[in-house]
Structure formats: structure tokens, C-alpha cells
């Protein structure tokens, strides 16, 4: 089946610890997307990558940090200086950065900082 | 810059009744609109688009959305509401920043619950 996986699908972690929340795809897509969804809001834009070995700051994009190494791949590290990290973490993916183009999301993750 | 509105935090429906939930538009230039479905501690599924052409988009699972360039709505409509439509319900819409790659706008959300 194609589609895209994220895990783990729930994450702890203590304060001053960074963590890294895997995204991959085989849906050949050429963009990506990291989402953060808090309670009662909607999804806040965090990183995103139209193409391989590169990608550009969303909205919101303070302490966390982003790679881009393979088509199938972006993984998103919550670093220590992200002060309020716990939320339900989204990644998605696109064929393109097309206006014409729906975007497919990942299962989730939530992350829980202790 | 591009934005959604969803006025409703929740609607309230009964099974079998039509339903309706509200986004409104602001944007320069043509819209690009969509709906987004997310169940609990899922992600979320595409539902249909807008891009151009007919003002009434059909999409998934029997919903249909009707796009108003003259009250820059687009509103979201089922016929026929089922209890399992209950979910939070996202209007968006692209953005393109000058000097950047296109992305989407996401409205605050809308939570759906159909009663029995």
C-alpha cells in the first residue's frame, strides 16, 4: 500500500532532550510537510521541502530543525529550545508545491514532554 | 496574505438531516480551496477541492462543497448526515508568498457530531 508513516506513533520525552519524529513516504511525492496541532487550533505550518536537500521555515518554526537527505524522507528534531514541544505532531506530502495539488497526511504523532 | 475562516466551533446535527459547515475565504488572486477531514488521533483526509469550473465540487464519502465568489464562501454539505461523519472538519486554502513555495492555510477547524 502507498502512503505515508510516521513513528512513533506516542513519544515521551524529558525536558531538555531533543527528539526526532520520523515522516516517510512512497507516494513518490516531491513535497513535504510538518504540521503541529494543538487542542482546539488548527494546524500550524513548521517546516516543509519541495525537493530533496531543501526546505523552508512555516510559521512557527522556532525549535525545531528539519533534513531533507532522501525524496522518501523528513524527519523533524523538537530540540531542547522549543519551550512548549507537547502536541500532536502531523506530516504530510504533496506531488508537487502546485496550487492544483491536495496534500496526504501521515497517522500522527504525539508528543508528550514530562 | 491568503486566510480561511470557520466560524462554528461545533455543529450540531441529527442523523438524516442535512448539514452545513461554514468557511469563509480571503484571498488576492484565484482561490485554491479545500476540505479536510480528521477523525480522533488520526491525520487528516483529503475531502474534495476547488480549483476552477463548476461551483458545486463533489468529493468524498457523499460530501459536496458550493464555492460563492460573491460572498467568498465555501461551505461544506452533506444531504444526509450519518453518525460516523462526526469528526473535525478543516477548511483551506493555498497561499504562495511572494518569494516562496505555495502551501496551505488551514481554518481553526470545525467539530461535527451527528446524533442518533
Known amino acids: 500500500d502507498g502512503g505515508i508513516t510516521q513513528s512513533p506513533k506516542y513519544l515521551f520525552r524529558k525536558e531538555g532532550q531533543n527528539v526526532t519524529l520520523s515522516c516517510e513516504q512512497n507516494l513518490n511525492h516531491d513535497a513535504m510537510y510538518w504540521y503541529r496541532q494543538d487542542p482546539g487550533q488548527g494546524l500550524r505550518l513548521i517546516y516543509y521541502s519541495q525537493i530533496v536537500n531543501d526546505f523552508q521555515k512555516g510559521d512557527i518554526a522556532e525549535g525545531y530543525s528539519v533534513s531533507r537527505e532522501k525524496k522518501e524522507s523528513f524527519p523533524l528534531t523538537v530540540t531542547s529550545a522549543q519551550k512548549n514541544p507537547t502536541a500532536f505532531y502531523l506530516c504530510?506530502?504533496?506531488?508537487?508545491?502546485?496550487?492544483?495539488?491536495?496534500?496526504?497526511f501521515g497517522p500522527g504523532t504525539r508528543l508528550t514532554v514530562l | 496574505a491568503q486566510s480561511v475562516a470557520q466560524p462554528e466551533d461545533q455543529v450540531n446535527v441529527a442523523e438524516g438531516n442535512p448539514l452545513t459547515v461554514k468557511c469563509t475565504y480571503s484571498?488576492?488572486?484565484?482561490?485554491?480551496l479545500f476540505w479536510y477531514v480528521q477523525y480522533p488521533n488520526r491525520g487528516l483526509q483529503f475531502l474534495l477541492k476547488y480549483i476552477t469550473g463548476d461551483n458545486l465540487v463533489k468529493g468524498s464519502y457523499g460530501f459536496e462543497a458550493e464555492f460563492n465568489k460573491s460572498q467568498t464562501s465555501f461551505h461544506l454539505k452533506k444531504p444526509s448526515a450519518l453518525v460516523s461523519d462526526s469528526a473535525l472538519y478543516f477548511c483551506a486554502v493555498r497561499d504562495r508568498p511572494r518569494g516562496s513555495a505555495s502551501k496551505i492555510i488551514f481554518g481553526s477547524g470545525t467539530r461535527l457530531s451527528i446524533r442518533p
Open positions: 484571498v488576492s488572486g484565484n482561490p485554491y
Open positions: 504530510a506530502s504533496s506531488l508537487g508545491t502546485s496550487e492544483l495539488n491536495e496534500q496526504f
